[in-house]
């Protein structure tokens, strides 16, 4: 326990509306209750209106407040017992408007308690028992306690419970002001937008009893006591005086602002955390975009923007349980002041005060994990009418504007190949060309398909022998047709006939079984055994080798290249695509261990996959995910680069991890997910998708059953199925008999798919787009306003 004097101030007794500043403009805070999925709320901010005199519509101007709001959000709601404690010396609890009277306690375990009833008013509207019951020897224990706010009664012999009792003293007075003036209550709701909370028709505060029966409040104990400090049956209100060094906790997790404890109509505790918008907003914007995950100021600036006009639009949603919002997937996930980062707190005052607004009206502003690339219309998710902000909109940047920042380019010359038999020259070319062979800078068809030279072979296997480490092999005329080639190739890789070696002639007559290998010349039967069988020469597509005939340029490229890239000699290093710079990249490599910022040089070869194919391009479009085999000079830049498509596509949300996902189920596994969202239709036949909507997502999923058929519909496929998303597409395995074995669900996404989609917003912020811009590029026609 720390020895300075940090003061909890607990409001007890606070039947009091609390007031957050109100709106310049006169709208009342009437917004209907709704559920998770966040639904779009209708509201009665001001709104755009028809002109008199031209009938056209004028927009409202942008609602304001005066100061900031108050939020409450629920923390529990059916809590048995709860402990508000801190890490200051002294816990307070007092009445409404009334200074703090300390207690030498620092937690306190609050519990449900049934009290007598409120004793009947008297003819002056006050009542006959207003004082508070005192710790006395001489109180008769039968007597029940006081209204308002009592202590327990003491036990004379047990010291502990005295000390207690001595330091709720001045609480006593406070407690007997209080109760003269206090209802029973299960909230005290903060109403942001009343002009004026005594114009409000709205009772503030509903009573949880009448004044002749029992009512339902709290008791206060100490830990290591048994009789309780303190009765109340109004709610206790927690604070710190010193929040940023000794916050107020709940369970040991600490938060902003205050604790409210009340007993609620269920007999249990209900636990409130009233705090500023924007320590709530602090609470949020890590826990719904994690800023280890996705670092981008930008994004998490967009975030913090729509977390709070989330919280403004759907102040008072959980009015009738004494709060505003919950603290889960309902409402925001809120952690409180322990799951607070420097990046997102920064995120949140450099937006201080900023909403999105529709004609003026904060928006509902809903989100989503990861939109699968494209998010989706309101009513076809939720129902009801549409709503003009939250249309579906593409996860992405316009046109080739998304490509531009990742963009890398050469000013190599590409080759003139169209031949399908050169498919593979280029490549093969280019990698021996990055590894100091004597390539033309300009392939054609027609030398690719001329005969080879001595003089060329002669070059070439020199080279390759000086990357396998082995003396240039003896080259003669006959090297140039295939026979002689594959074995002067060996000699070049491994000084020596490795097939003579390793093939006897069985070996070799199994492997030469092709219709003109009795053209191979003895003496290099072996060779060209082993070369086969090792996929470095190839025969012709009428399943000859032409063993009289010269080889083609095109073949003794592949050859050397495929050799030497299946004996690992050729400096290839594989890795990762991150997009950093022009012309520059950010690279993980294979082994995972750091990243390499590599610059890549003008001319270099640049290939690109399509298919199972790599072809020669001019430029690479980088996204983030690419898989890489690349090349670098003796300057350190890449001179060689093919890339492979990332696995997750180029929507901007396609850094989740659920941009892609497949899910599969047996029928009755299918059958066990709906049985709480359809009626009995017998065994399932078959699933089948009626309608999709703007974005392609499942809006009527067909249940074919061998007794009925039945129909989920709207935002209800993905919970009734327990998928991520309903932005898929299914595929089906069959058995023996031609019934439906499996169900297989390809889908992109995780959430309800309506809004901003948040890893989208991440992707954005890291093409260079603002926090506005962002919010924008998700909901349509949008202001980002001051709000205070």
Request: aromatic share 6%; net charge positive.
């Amino acid at each position: 326990m720390r020895s300075s004097a940090q003061r909890i101030f607990a409001a007890a007794l606070l039947p009091c509306l609390l007031v957050s500043p109100s709106f310049t403009s006169s709208a009342q805070d009437s917004r209907q209750t709704v559920t998770r999925p966040r639904r779009a709320t209708t509201s009665e901010w001001p709104t755009a209106t028809p002109d008199d005199t031209t009938g056209a519509e004028v927009e409202a101007e942008p609602a304001r407040l005066n100061g900031e709001p108050v939020v409450r959000v629920g923390l529990a709601v059916d809590a048995r017992s709860v402990t508000v404690s801190t890490t200051g010396r002294l816990l307070n609890a007092t009445g409404p408007g009334t200074q703090p009277a300390p207690l030498d306690v620092a937690r306190v375990r609050i519990e449900p308690r049934t009290l007598p009833p409120l004793p009947a008013q008297t003819p002056d509207g006050g009542n006959d028992a207003t004082k508070v019951e005192t710790d006395s020897a001489s109180t008769d224990k039968a007597r029940p306690s006081g209204v308002g706010v009592s202590p327990a009664r003491t036990n004379a012999a047990n010291a502990d419970e005295q000390a207690a009792a001595r330091q709720t003293r001045p609480l006593k007075q406070q407690a007997e002001k209080a109760s003269t003036s206090s209802a029973s209550v299960t909230t005290s709701r903060a109403a942001t937008g009343a002009k004026d909370a005594t114009a409000n028709t709205k009772a503030p505060v509903q009573l949880t009893s009448r004044a002749s029966v029992p009512v339902r409040g709290e008791a206060l104990y100490v830990p290591g006591t048994t009789r309780p400090l303190l009765d109340a049956r109004t709610p206790v209100l927690f604070a710190s005086d010193d929040e940023e060094q000794h916050p107020v906790r709940f369970n040991e997790k600490p938060y902003r602002g205050r604790l409210e404890v009340f007993a609620n109509t269920r007999g249990t505790l209900t636990v409130v955390n009233v705090v500023p918008l924007e320590d709530y907003v602090r609470g949020v914007v890590p826990n719904e975009l994690s800023p280890g995950g996705w670092p981008e100021l930008e994004a998490l600036k967009a975030q913090a923007v729509a977390a709070r006009t989330y919280a403004v639009s759907n102040l008072g949603r959980f009015a009738a349980q004494g709060f505003d919002l919950t603290p889960d997937t309902r409402s925001q996930v809120y952690g409180g002041r322990s799951t607070e980062h420097p990046l997102t707190d920064r995120a949140v005052n450099e937006t201080r005060g900023r909403v999105a607004t529709y004609k003026g009206v904060p928006i509902n502003a809903l989100y989503t994990s990861t939109c699968g690339g494209r998010t989706e219309d309101a009513e076809n998710i939720f129902g009801g009418p549409p709503v003009p902000y939250l249309r579906g909109r593409e996860c992405a940047l316009e046109s080739k504007e998304h490509f531009a920042p990742f963009n890398v380019r050469t000013t190599r010359e590409l080759p003139s190949v169209k031949l399908a038999e050169h498919a593979s020259s280029a490549r093969d070319a280019a990698l021996l060309s990055a590894h100091g062979f004597n390539v033309p800078a300009r392939l054609s068809d027609e030398w690719l398909a001329g005969p080879t030279t001595v003089d060329e072979l002669r070059e070439s296997l020199g080279r390759a022998a000086t990357l396998a480490h082995q003396a240039s092999p003896y080259v003669a005329a006959e090297a140039t047709r295939p026979g002689g080639f594959a074995t002067a190739l060996a000699a070049a890789l491994d000084g020596e006939s490795r097939g003579a070696t390793l093939l006897n002639s069985a070996d070799v007559q199994y492997l030469l079984a092709f219709r003109d290998a009795d053209d191979v010349p003895q003496q290099n039967r072996a060779d060209v055994a082993a070369m086969l069988r090792d996929g470095h020469i190839a025969l012709f597509p009428d399943g000859t080798l032409r063993p009289r005939l010269p080889v083609s340029r095109a073949r003794v490229l592949h050859s050397i290249a495929h050799a030497l890239e299946a004996r690992g000699l050729l400096r290839l290093q594989k890795a990762t695509a991150r997009p950093s710079a022009k012309d520059s990249l950010l690279l993980r490599p294979a082994s995972g261990r750091g990243e390499l910022s590599m610059r890549v040089a003008p001319e270099a070869f640049l290939f690109s996959a399509f298919g199972e194919g790599l072809f020669p391009v001019r430029e690479i479009n980088f996204v983030g995910g690419e898989a890489v085999t690349y090349h670098t000079d003796a300057r350190g830049e890449i001179d060689y680069l093919e890339a492979r498509p990332a696995s997750n596509g180029a929507a901007t949300d396609h850094y989740s991890p659920f941009a892609n996902w497949t899910e599969t189920l047996t029928p009755d596994g299918v059958m066990s997910r709906l049985s709480h969202s359809v009626p009995a239709v017998g065994s399932l036949v078959d699933l089948r998708v009626r309608r999709r909507g703007v974005s392609g997502r499942v809006l009527d999923l067909e249940v074919v059953g061998t007794t009925a058929t039945a129909h989920v519909r709207g935002g209800r496929v993905r919970s009734a199925l327990g998928l991520r998303e309903q932005l898929f597409v299914i595929d089906r395995a069959f058995d023996e008999s031609g019934r439906v074995a499996r169900f297989t669900f390809t889908g992109r996404g995780w959430g309800h798919g309506v809004g901003m989609c948040q890893v989208g917003a991440y992707g954005l912020a890291r093409a260079g787009l603002s926090y506005d811009k962002i919010l924008k590029s998700f909901y349509t026609g949008i202001s980002v306003t001051k709000l205070y």
